[in-house]
């Protein structure tokens, strides 16, 4: 940057900048139970999931592996009920202001 006063003296100065890249946030999910009975409900929950940059994460998208994956939101748990027996997998995928995502899965045994 160069500073010109009105005698027409300049003086100048210099520094750096680091830009850090956006990386992705970290995604963490747990189920409130591993193994339940049909017809019951768990609790998938993914509010342990960071994001180290400056772009917090915007949307939580969860998948109770039954049917399509829910809409993405923005609170970090959701609810998954499971009407026949079977182990499927609870996914989220975690995204950020800045368009990175990441995903976490676990697994649920219903009998």
Request: glycine share 10%; hydrophobic share 30%.
């Amino acid at each position: 940057m160069t500073v010109l006063d009105n005698g027409g003296l300049t003086s100048r100065a210099t520094t750096k900048v680091r830009i850090l890249a956006d990386v992705p946030p970290n995604a963490q999910l747990s189920l409130s139970k591993n193994s339940i009975k049909r017809g019951q409900t768990i609790t998938a929950n993914a509010s342990g999931s960071t994001d180290p940059d400056k772009t917090p994460i915007a949307t939580y998208q969860f998948s109770c592996g039954v049917g399509a994956a829910l809409p993405p939101q923005t609170g970090p748990t959701t609810t998954c009920t499971y009407p026949t027996a079977g182990t499927f997998t609870v996914k989220v995928v975690v995204t950020d202001t800045g368009g990175q995502s990441s995903t976490a899965t676990k697994n649920v045994k219903v009998s």
